[in-house]
């Protein structure tokens, strides 16, 4: 299967949003061919119990990892954007851009 993963983004709220549209998509027959992943760069609070469940440890190495058996990468402006640097030959980046127009910043309106 296709490779997706959705990245947390601050602009959206934290994880709700972006886990909410992941729920959505695994839900489309029509994306069968998809593995589709939520994952947050940033790391887990202290205590956290759910192992890697959003793929995420924290740890920039396991980030590369992940981004280089990404075949889709869904992200909003910002941090994780710059990721699409190390995305396998081949792969996709989709930048869902800022939900609030008075937040924009240079370049962000695109």
Known sequence: PFRVILIENKRYGKGAAVESVVTALRAR???????????????????????????????FTRHMEIIGRTDV???????????????PDG??????????????GFMEEY
Not at 91 to 104: E, P, S, Y
């Open 29 to 59: 027959p029509e994306l069968k061919d998809f593995d589709v992943q939520f994952v947050s760069w940033s790391p887990h609070a202290e205590g956290w119990k759910g192992g890697d469940s959003p793929l995420q440890t924290g740890n």
């Open 73 to 87: 990468q869904v992200t909003g402006p910002g941090t994780a954007m710059m990721y699409q640097a190390f995305l």
């Open 91 to 104: 792969a996709v980046n989709i930048n869902l851009g800022i939900n609030k127009v008075l937040d924009q």
